[in-house]
Nanobody, 126 residues
Framework: VQLQASGGGLVQAGDSLRLSCRAS????????VAWFRQAPGKEREFVGV????????RFADSVKGRFAISRNNAKNTVYLEMNSLKREDTAVYYC????????????????????WGQGTLVTVSS
């Protein structure tokens, strides 16, 4: 499966942005689809995940209440809805998925994922 992330850009603090992650080659199926981000000089960190089997969502504490994940099965696309953006949200955002399901406790681990999008840059200015 190939993933294409898009929707990044330059926004001001407090603005909203929606990122898209489109899969091609095959459907997402029941595997989780996660979002990670990497800020300059920092390690990649977990942002959120949607379990495509149970439809449950989990988010990092730093974005909880501000970010949401939705999906459009017909378009084979998962979205990361980002609201009330802060400067510290500035990063390259990556979507990822894997072959098959995985326990919930492991869904926030980058090593759990087999396929990654190319990343889309989000820059939040004050």
């Amino acid at each position: 499966v190939q993933l294409q992330a898009s929707g990044g850009g330059l926004v001001q603090a407090g603005d909203s942005l929606r990122l898209s992650c489109r899969a091609s080659g095959r459907a997402f199926g029941s595997a989780p689809v996660a979002w990670f981000r990497q800020a300059p000089g920092k390690e990649r960190e977990f942002v959120g995940v949607i379990d495509m089997w149970t439809t449950s969502r989990r988010f990092a504490d730093s974005v909880k209440g501000r970010f949401a994940i939705s999906r459009n099965n017909a378009k084979n696309t998962v979205y990361l809805e980002m609201n009330s953006l802060k400067r510290e949200d500035t990063a390259v955002y990556y979507c990822a998925t894997r072959n098959g399901r995985i326990v919930t406790s492991s869904q926030n681990q980058a090593t759990a994922y087999d396929y990654w999008g190319q990343g889309t840059l989000v820059t939040v200015s004050s």
